[in-house]
């Protein structure tokens, strides 16, 4: 069983920047996926951006280059370091980790971006 704690939501401004952090715990394998992704109401929960044990990553386009994923393996701590934040990167997101061919989510943390 994997836990997942999102934290760093809150309001910015259109051009600022956050960083969300992501703490797991539980009992992970040693290969596995962690990720972010973002949904607003209405609206399919999507793909932010993925990163494996490995260190690897992938984004969705709408966000690349202006935010990037990292993960601290010895403080189970994934980040999400986003830049150049637009009105409409506004929505709840949330953390997923992929283990032993599971998937689990956290609860989710509010950005909004707005002036």
């Known amino acids: 069983q994997v836990q997942l704690v999102e934290s760093g939501g809150g309001l910015v401004q259109p051009g600022g920047s956050l960083r969300l952090s992501c703490l797991a715990s539980?009992?992970?394998?040693?290969?596995?996926?962690m990720g972010w992704y973002r949904q607003t109401p209405g609206r399919q929960r999507e793909l932010v951006a993925t990163i494996i044990s490995g260190g690897s990553t992938n984004y969705a386009d709408s966000v690349k280059g202006r935010f990037t994923i990292s993960r601290d393996n010895a403080k189970n701590t994934v980040y999400l370091q986003m830049n150049s934040l637009k009105p409409e990167d506004t929505a709840v997101y949330y953390c997923?980790?992929?283990?032993?061919?599971?998937?689990?989510w956290g609860k989710g943390t509010l950005v909004t971006v707005s002036s």
């Open positions: 539980g009992t992970f394998f040693s290969r596995n996926v």
């Open positions: 997923k980790a992929y283990s032993g061919g599971v998937d689990y």
